[in-house]
């Protein structure tokens, strides 16, 4: 039994309490096809999104993660939202990813479902969503995830492939909170709202380009900034 945090037992009791719910044919599910399939993704991965989306809503409300109560809801706003980024990503699938202020670990969680090959690691301070999601990742069986609790700036760090941070900080604070998770040519990567400012970046992180995407089903119009760290010679 994982080891509940102080502090947190009126809200978290025990972990059999906290367990993935098998359904037959489910709306979820439907919903999460349609959204691959507009992505142009498999769609077998449907159903573990599925079971993600309703750990998440039947703890949002316990744990305050998300505004979304619905299952359907954190489908379409969480699940595919993530899985848009994904594809917009500059390596989509990277070999491995950092998700800093990860929240209730969203985009990381549905990526490591999407991509079993991809190595995450996702990064939050807030003890209740660091405990979700340490029971999540062991509930959905994601071996290739592991969260981490405490300050993107403060914890060890350990270089990925990609680096992201979807609203941690400011975006100079962010990038340049970033940059030491980032792997000799790999990328940072900071998710925006489609009428978002233009970002300056900090000395030594390079622009490379702005990519904008459409998360499926009707859903916001986003974009990625796109960054490099400098490689002196």
Same mark, same amino acid.
């Given at each position: 039994?994982?080891?509940?945090?102080?502090?947190?037992?009126?809200?978290?009791?025990?972990?059999?309490?906290?367990?993935?719910? #098998?359904? @037959? !044919?489910?709306?979820?599910?439907?919903?999460?096809?349609? /959204?691959?399939?507009?992505?142009?993704?498999?769609?077998?991965? %449907?159903?573990?999104?599925?079971?993600?989306?309703?750990?998440?809503?039947?703890?949002?409300?316990?744990?305050?993660?998300?505004?979304?109560?619905?299952?359907?809801?954190?489908?379409?706003?969480?699940?595919?939202?993530?899985?848009?980024?994904?594809?917009?990503?500059?390596?989509?699938?990277?070999?491995?990813?950092?998700?800093? /202020?990860?929240?209730?670990?969203? =985009?990381?969680?549905?990526?490591?479902?999407?991509?079993?090959?991809?190595?995450?690691?996702?990064?939050?301070?807030?003890?209740?969503? #660091?405990?979700?999601?340490?029971?999540?990742?062991?509930?959905?069986?994601?071996?290739?995830?592991?969260?981490?609790?405490?300050?993107?700036?403060?914890? %060890?760090?350990?270089? #990925?492939?990609?680096?992201?941070?979807?609203?941690?900080?400011?975006?100079?604070?962010?990038?340049?909170?970033?940059?030491?998770?980032?792997? !000799?040519?790999?990328?940072?990567?900071?998710?925006?709202?489609?009428? %978002? =400012?233009?970002?300056?970046?900090?000395?030594?992180?390079?622009?490379?380009?702005?990519?904008?995407?459409?998360?499926?089903?009707? @859903? =916001? #119009?986003?974009?990625?900034?796109?960054?490099?760290?400098?490689?002196?010679?």
């Amino acid at each position: 039994m994982s080891r509940v945090p102080r502090g947190t037992r009126s809200r978290v009791t025990t972990l059999e309490e906290f367990h993935v719910e #098998h359904e @037959g !044919p489910s709306p979820v599910a439907d919903l999460l096809r349609e /959204g691959l399939r507009e992505l142009g993704l498999a769609e077998d991965r %449907a159903g573990p999104l599925a079971q993600l989306a309703r750990l998440v809503a039947r703890w949002a409300e316990r744990l305050n993660l998300t505004g979304h109560r619905d299952a359907g809801a954190v489908a379409r706003r969480l699940v595919l939202d993530a899985l848009a980024l994904g594809v917009a990503l500059p390596a989509s699938p990277p070999d491995s990813l950092a998700d800093l /202020g990860s929240g209730a670990g969203f =985009p990381g969680l549905p990526l490591a479902i999407l991509w079993p090959d991809l190595r995450l690691t996702s990064v939050e301070s807030r003890e209740r969503r #660091h405990h979700f999601q340490r029971n999540a990742i062991r509930l959905l069986g994601l071996r290739n995830a592991v969260a981490m609790r405490g300050r993107a700036e403060c914890v %060890a760090h350990e270089p #990925h492939r990609i680096v992201v941070a979807q609203a941690m900080a400011s975006p100079t604070l962010a990038l340049d909170w970033m940059r030491s998770w980032v792997e !000799p040519e790999g990328w940072i990567v900071l998710p925006l709202a489609a009428d %978002a =400012p233009p970002i300056a970046p900090p000395p030594g992180i390079e622009p490379i380009e702005t990519r904008r995407y459409s998360v499926p089903l009707g @859903g =916001p #119009h986003r974009k990625l900034w796109i960054g490099r760290i400098i490689q002196h010679a």
